[in-house]
């Protein structure tokens, strides 16, 4: 009988990992945040809004700028864009982490942020994850500058 029970809890366990394999991919996005992130006009750190695009191409990314990004994402990239996501603001200081859906044709993930000075700032990236389907970004906000690194799962 204890035999019996052992390979059934095996077969369970195999069984696990192997629908584990069919889950939905992910977009893991690690959030960093500076001490001084988007000075107002006073010098202090604000929070700073953060908007994600998953995209199939980056041509309509790389062309727009900030402004047309943050106006009218959807008009701007068109078919490109698979989906757009806006993050809840971020702090100084703040350190977090989102797990969203991401579509499987994802080849491009751009990354906007609404700093206050946005003609000064750099506040558009894009990113090209090296394996399609599950991804992990880390997002470095500082002062008015926005960087994007990715490690794959």
Do not use: H
């Not at 078919?79 to 499987?104: D, H």
């Amino acid at each position: 009988m204890r035999k019996i029970g052992l390979l059934l809890l095996a077969t369970l366990l195999s069984g696990c990992s192997f629908w584990g394999n069919d889950l939905a991919p992910q977009l893991v996005i690690n959030i960093q945040a500076a001490a001084n992130i988007n000075p107002n006009v006073e010098g202090k750190p604000s929070p700073v809004e953060v908007r994600i695009y998953q995209l199939s191409d980056s041509q309509a990314f790389n062309q727009a700028d900030f402004i047309q990004l943050y106006s009218d994402a959807q008009g701007v990239l068109k078919a490109e864009l698979l989906i757009a996501r806006q993050l809840a603001s971020v702090l100084p200081s703040e350190n977090r982490k989102e797990v969203v859906p991401m579509a499987s044709e994802t080849k491009y993930i751009g990354v906007i942020a609404g700093f206050a000075d946005y003609r000064e700032a750099k506040n558009k990236v894009i990113y090209q994850p090296v394996v399609l389907g599950s991804s992990v970004i880390n997002i470095q906000l500082d002062g008015v500058n926005l960087s994007v690194t990715g490690e794959e799962d």
